[in-house]
């Protein structure tokens, strides 16, 4: 009755490549991260009505050492900034980063001294969802987008840590 | 009259700057240097009893002169009375004004919000330092020349 019977006794060939970026696709751990308001939404996408977990993402990890996505949901302020970047560092390669919301992406309404303009200003943002807040169909097409990008992904390269290292060269 | 005004015009007579009652609400503005004597009398007064500090507020009144102010408001729950007392600090360039953490605990966290704040040092406070911002902040945000961008 299952996929077994369809298949019948048959070989299917593929690289090493497109099956480990399969398998890390389809088995995103978020870390635990909340802001402000789009962490609300985030909880929404969680929740049974969106259910992340229809995209293996369900193991929302309290611990950054297994988490393999950081959702910087919401407005970050320059004294959140230090925590940020050490639980990013404290994420095992590979890892992505998805900017929800305004506030994460730009500042958003808050054009302020206290504000962080934009999370990419220190993380390396692999996706931007835009909205404020968006809904959770948007943060799910923006981890379908980061889906697409993660099956193009050449997957042992230090393709993260060398774009970090250029993005601080140009701001130092 | 209110009974805090009548308290204040009996033992502080040389204090009381001004009076002002707007619409059943009362402000008493007073000079600075006797303030933690009078909060006391105010709080522990028979017939006023503001056992409770509402807000402390900073004011940057800038360009005037005495630049900055600081605004305290009490309740009283016996009387169900409310005041607001206010000062105004002499020094535009360092203001400096007594901690009245002594009177109301409260007033401790509320004086380092406005010491993070507005750069307005409170004497007598025992832990000054920043509460919102960062430990090594440079500059006051709520002041008026300070841009809205940061600095």
């Known amino acids: 009755m299952g996929i077994e019977e369809h298949l019948g006794h048959n070989v299917l060939t593929t690289t090493l490549e497109k099956l480990v970026d399969w398998g890390r696709k389809n088995s995103l751990w978020p870390a635990t991260f909340g802001l402000a308001c789009c962490a609300i939404e985030m909880i929404c996408t969680a929740a049974n009505r969106w259910d992340i977990a229809r ?5 929302f990890r309290a611990s950054p ?3 393999d996505v950081i959702i910087i949901a919401g407005t970050v302020v320059k004294k959140m900034m230090p925590a940020i970047q050490r639980v990013y560092d404290q994420m095992s390669e590979p890892k992505w980063v998805i900017a929800m919301g305004a506030c994460a992406t730009s ?3 808050f054009d302020s001294y206290a ?3 934009g999370i990419d200003k220190y993380l390396p943002v692999d996706v931007y969802v835009p909205g404020c807040p968006p809904r959770p169909e948007g943060l799910l097409y923006g981890i379908l987008k980061l889906h697409e990008q993660i ?3 050449p997957f042992l390269t230090q393709r993260y840590k060398e774009g970090l290292q250029a993005r601080r060269e140009v701001a130092a | 009259m209110n009974k805090a005004v009548a308290l204040l015009q009996e033992k502080f007579p040389e204090e009381v700057v001004e009076v002002v009652e707007f619409r059943g609400d009362t402000a008493i503005e007073v000079k600075p240097d006797r303030l933690v004597s009078i909060c006391a009398a105010l709080k522990d007064g028979h017939d006023t009893g503001f056992k409770y500090l509402s807000m402390i507020a900073g004011m940057d009144y800038s360009p005037a ?3 900055f102010g600081v605004v305290y408001n ?3 729950h016996k009387h169900h009375d409310r005041i607001t007392l206010k000062t105004r600090l002499a020094d535009d360039l360092a203001p400096v004004i007594d901690s009245v953490a002594k009177v109301w605990s409260t007033a401790n966290w509320h004086e380092r919000e406005i010491y993070d704040m507005m750069g307005i040092r409170f004497n007598g406070h025992p832990d000054l330092r920043r509460i919102l911002m960062p430990a090594d902040w ?3 945000p709520q002041r008026k020349d300070y841009p809205l961008r940061g600095q």
């Open chain 1, 55 to 59: 995209f293996g993402m369900e193991a």
């Open chain 1, 65 to 67: 050492r297994q988490a």
């Open chain 1, 107 to 109: 500042g958003g309404i």
């Open chain 1, 115 to 117: 504000v962080v303009q």
């Open chain 1, 151 to 153: 099956l193009r992904d």
């Open chain 2, 65 to 67: 002169s005495p630049r």
């Open chain 2, 74 to 76: 009490l309740y009283s």
């Open chain 2, 138 to 140: 440079a500059g006051y």
